[in-house]
């Protein structure tokens, strides 16, 4: 079984830093796309960043140029997040969009299960 598992998430000041990872779990050949999305109370889940399998990176308008995505191996994906401002609180998700897997096959469209990130002073 194929999972996503994130890690820290936190309450951080306006004007401060957060780095999210997300790592893979299972046999696993390799994934294609990874990426970030949130969902702020009341609001339609959105998305952050992305990144291929090659490095190729997008962003949301928002976040370009405060937010840094990375494929730190096959399995993991990273979201350092800087200058943070209070309208970036959300629940932050991981997302694979292929996985080809060992004895599953190909398995498409995974999420994890979520990290919060509070922007407040």
């Known amino acids: 079984q194929v999972q996503l598992v994130e890690s820290g998430g936190g309450l951080v000041q306006p004007g401060g830093s957060l780095r999210l990872s997300c790592t893979a779990s299972?046999?696993?050949?390799?994934?294609?796309?990874m990426g970030w999305y949130r969902q702020a109370p009341g609001k339609q889940r959105e998305l952050v960043a992305t990144?291929?399998?090659?490095?190729?990176a997008n962003y949301v308008d928002s976040v370009k140029g405060r937010f840094t995505i990375s494929r730190d191996n096959a399995k993991t994906v990273s979201l350092q997040m800087n200058s943070l401002k209070p309208e970036d609180t959300a629940v932050y998700y991981c997302?694979?969009?292929?996985?080809?897997?060992?004895?599953?096959?190909?398995?498409?469209?995974?999420w994890g299960q979520g990290t919060q990130v509070t922007v407040s002073s």
């Open positions: 299972g046999s696993i050949f390799s994934i294609a796309n």
């Open positions: 997302n694979a969009d292929r996985v080809w897997t060992v004895y599953s096959g190909t398995i498409y469209n995974i």
């Open positions: 990144i291929s399998s090659g490095g190729s």
